[in-house]
């Protein structure tokens, strides 16, 4: 059974840092692209980052070009988010994604970890 | 950036009624549009891919179709489970970017 786990998430002072992890089982972690994928409260889904099955690629949305960073650790199954200079509206819950295919949208999700930036 | 805009932001339709949502995307992105589905409290759903393939699982009221920049959801029969907040998303290339929701709700 594939399981997304994610950690990390708490509440931190603006301007702060925060790593997230998303730890896999299930599958072959090595063989999928992943993504990071965050939800502000009451809000829609917004698309965070992703990073393709060897981690020799990543990608960002433009907001958060430059304060986060996504990466992979195959070796231990699992994805990374580290997020510096946070603000207020970093605000979220932030699921990982397991993008199925080239060709497929995020076939299995994490529970999700909560980030809250407040002073 | 290409941005996906659905329609509408919600709707209310009783039970049995046929529902279709809107996607729309800036710019072509062939058929590589997913849906999903997310109830309340709950992590989304996929649904559909490749904007027309109904995911394992997912019940047969559930259809898409559409490309290049205009894509539909249907449910053919609107049951009280499906009471959520759907969701269409461009996966071609980065960024893989969300449309605003849907929420769907029973009259």
């Known amino acids: 059974e594939v399981q997304l786990l994610e950690s990390g998430g708490g509440l931190v002072q603006p301007g702060g840092s925060l790593r997230l992890s998303c730890a896999a089982s299930g599958f072959t972690f090595s ?3 992943m993504s990071w994928v965050r939800q502000a409260p009451g809000k829609g889904l917004e698309w965070v980052s992703a990073i393709t099955g060897s981690g020799f690629s990543t990608y960002y949305e433009d907001s958060m070009k430059g ?4 990466s992979r650790d195959n070796s231990k199954n699992t994805l990374y988010l580290q997020m510096i200079s946070l603000r207020a509206e970093d605000t979220a819950i932030y699921y990982c994604a397991r993008k199925y295919s ?3 949208g995020f076939d299995h999700w994490g529970q999700g970890t909560l980030v809250t930036v407040s002073s | 950036d290409i941005q996906m805009t659905q329609s509408p932001s919600s709707l ?5 009624d046929r529902v279709t949502i809107t996607c729309r995307a ?6 590589s549009l997913a849906w999903y589905q997310q109830k309340p409290g709950k992590v989304p759903k996929l649904l559909i891919y490749a904007a027309s393939t109904l995911q394992s699982g997912v019940p047969s009221r559930f259809s898409g179709s559409g490309s290049g920049t205009d894509f539909t959801l249907t449910i053919s029969s609107l049951q009280p489970e499906d009471v959520a907040t759907y969701y269409c998303q461009k996966y071609d290339n980065a960024p893989l970017t ?7 709700e029973i009259k």
């Open chain 1, 67 to 70: 304060r986060f960073t996504i």
């Open chain 1, 31 to 33: 063989t999928y692209g």
């Open chain 2, 12 to 16: 209310s339709a009783s039970v049995g």
């Open chain 2, 26 to 31: 800036s710019q072509g992105i062939s058929n």
């Open chain 2, 98 to 104: 969300f449309g605003g929701g849907t929420k769907v």
């Open chain 1, 102 to 104: 080239i060709s497929s």
